[in-house]
C-alpha cells in the first residue's frame, strides 16, 4: 500500500515568516512529487513539482526532494494571510496513480 | 485555454438513487482521472482513462463505473448511492504526469 503521510496541523505561522511542510512517503521506487494548494470549499491547484534530490525554487516558494529518506517539504518564504489553505503533498510512481496525503492546513497570522 | 470542466457543480441525491457527474479535460490532454475528497481527507484515486481505454482503477465498489468518449471528455456513474458517497469528486486531466484539477462535483447524498 502505498502512502503519504503528511502532519494534518493546523500549522500556524506569523505574516512574514517562513512557512515549513513537511511529507514522507512509502514507496521508494516513487520518482516525482508534487505539491498542491487547495482553498476551503476549492479544488487542488497545483504549485510545484520536483523530481530530483534537491531544492528546488519557483518564487516565495522552494520544495526539497530527499529520496534517500522519502522524505519531501515545502518552504513558504513571506508567509501571506492569502497563502492559508491545505497543501497536499502526492507522490507518482511510473504509470500508478497519483497518491495524495491528507494535507496539511496553513494558517497564516496577520 | 479552459481548464478542466466539471458539472454540475453541486448535486443533491437521495440513497439509492444513481447520479452522472461529467467532465471535459484541457484542451490536448488525452488523459482524465477520477478523485474522491472526503471533507479533511486528501483525494482517493477513483478510475484513469487515457485514450477511451481505462488505465487504473482505486478501491472502489462496482457501484462506481466511469468511461471516456472519443472527445476525451468523461462521465463518472455511481449507482445504489449510499450516504458515505457524499463528497467531492474531482476530475482531472494530465498531459504527461501532471494531474490539473476541475472544480469538482460536490455530492450530498441524503
Known amino acids: 500500500q502505498k502512502e503519504v503521510e503528511q502532519n494534518s496541523g493546523p500549522l500556524s505561522v506569523p505574516e512574514g515568516a517562513i512557512a515549513s511542510l513537511n511529507c514522507t512517503y512509502s514507496d521508494r521506487v516513487s520518482q516525482s512529487f508534487f505539491w498542491y494548494r487547495q482553498y476551503s470549499g476549492k479544488s487542488p491547484e497545483l504549485i510545484m513539482s520536483?523530481?530530483?534530490?534537491g531544492d528546488k525554487e519557483d518564487g516565495r516558494f522552494t520544495a526539497q526532494l530527499n529520496k534517500a529518506s522519502q522524505y519531501v517539504s515545502l518552504l513558504i518564504r513571506d508567509s501571506q494571510p492569502s497563502d492559508s489553505a491545505t497543501y497536499l503533498c502526492?507522490?507518482?510512481?511510473?504509470?500508478?496513480?497519483?497518491?495524495f496525503g491528507k494535507g496539511t492546513r496553513l494558517s497564516v497570522i496577520a | 485555454d479552459a481548464g478542466v470542466t466539471q458539472s454540475p457543480t453541486h448535486l443533491i441525491k437521495t440513497r439509492g438513487q444513481h447520479v452522472t457527474l461529467r467532465c471535459s479535460p484541457i484542451?490536448?490532454?488525452?488523459?482524465v482521472s477520477w478523485y474522491q475528497q472526503v471533507l479533511g481527507q486528501g483525494p482517493q484515486f477513483i478510475f484513469q482513462y487515457y485514450e477511451k481505454e481505462e488505465r487504473g482503477r482505486g478501491n472502489f465498489p462496482d457501484r462506481f463505473s466511469a468511461r471516456q468518449f472519443p472527445n476525451y471528455s468523461s462521465e463518472l456513474n455511481v449507482n445504489a448511492l449510499l450516504l458515505g458517497d457524499s463528497a467531492l469528486y474531482l476530475c482531472a486531466s494530465s498531459l504527461y504526469e501532471k494531474l490539473f484539477f476541475g472544480s469538482g462535483t460536490q455530492l450530498s447524498v441524503l
Open positions: 484542451s490536448g490532454h488525452k488523459s
Open positions: 502526492a507522490a507518482l510512481s511510473g504509470n500508478t496513480p497519483l497518491v
Open positions: 520536483i523530481y530530483s534530490n
